[in-house]
């Protein structure tokens, strides 16, 4: 109930109002102050590309690489090769992605990759499959872990980190039961044994690019007209056609490169069109949403009428298979099936995830961030083998710049909540 004040009027007369009404109205809300160039463009480049400090780390770790190795770091037979050996840390990277977007882990992805090249090679060199077969193989053996360790995980209600630790050692035993009584078995099939090693000819490798830039921009297109459709606030235009634009740049400028040694290599190909299709999954497609709602805030999601179980399960499947495709790519790129499964593989793609951006609390992040994180991983162990440096020194110095990229990414992100930009 609204208190009351009496009024006098001119002819002596009184008159009620509410106190409401004798209050002074409310100063006016001081316009937004505009956004500088620079301001839009820290803000809104920090998306699909990845994010601005660590694109600008990857750009200082190349030209510090450039000078210190008079030249030779962006020459195209050392690219290429770069590229080569990024093929399988991408793939595996990528399925890391997908499964912290839901805020779980796998610690099995590196132990999935090998388990699943030695099947391929395994079925293809000492029981005669075609190729095919045993690539088919390879991958539905990829899937079915995935789908043990998603049954484990959003259907018994087990912690990922338990049951995926558990398949971390189990698969590494399968490996080599499966190579037993020898360590390594060479690849037979020359069409496995080029999967990974080989250049896509000049049509191939130049059209492919062209088409996944082309449903890039046209992505970026459609997510704006949608937004604009909807009456949702937009970010300027010319942001998004910068971002275009860098990507014309980069893919322009890689395939001069590349074109001047064998050309485009083939595993990267591969890499780019997983990472094209995943980013299309997550950006246009109603499961994607689910993804990015279950790890946002999971309960959420269920009152929400999202199906949580099937898409963690559905999440984990298609993770273990994209380990199996590097896995694959790795076997490809040695020659051979190998019992030592290297645990780096698994930090190094997890550290991918996290330089390029992805939340390891799930619900934020980009596929695109693979990029930028297996480039700045590969260039710094490039770089450094190209220097004369020992493995040792390479792992310290990953260390460091994954500690200083996630670093300076949490005191952007916390500067632009304080400030809310």
Known sequence: MSSEVV?????GMTSQSTASDTLPPPPATPPAAPQTFWGVASRYLRGDLGQLPVLLTLVLIAIFFQITTQGFFFKPENLSNLVLQIATLGTVGLASVLVLLIGEIDLSLGAVAYTCGAVTVVLSTLHGWNAVASLLAGLAAGALIGLVNGIFIAVLRVPSFIVTLAGLLGYQGLVIHLLSPQTTLLISDNTLANLATTYADNTLGISL????????????????????????????????????????????????????????????????????????????????RHVYAVGGNAEAARRAGINVTGVRIVIFVLASTLAAVGGILLSSRLGSASADVDQTLLLQAIATAV???????????????????????GSLANGLLLLNQNTDVIYMVEGVVLLIAVTVDAVVRRRSLVTGR
């Open 7 to 11: 009024e006098s009027n001119e002819s």
């Open 209 to 288: 690019p062209v088409i996944a830039i082309v449903l890039y921009a046209a992505g970026l297109l459609y997510a704006r007209w949608s937004r604009l459709r909807t009456k949702l606030q937009v970010a300027p235009a010319w942001t998004m056609w910068l971002r275009i634009g860098v990507v014309i740049v980069v893919a322009v400028a890689s395939l001069i490169l590349f074109e001047n040694y064998f050309g485009v290599p083939q595993s990267s190909l591969i890499l780019i069109g997983l990472i094209l299709l995943f980013w299309l999954i997550m950006r246009f497609t109603r499961f994607g």
């Open 355 to 377: 330089i390029g951006g992805v939340s390891l609390f799930g619900g934020r992040g980009s596929v695109w961030s693979v990029v930028l994180g297996s480039l700045i991983i």
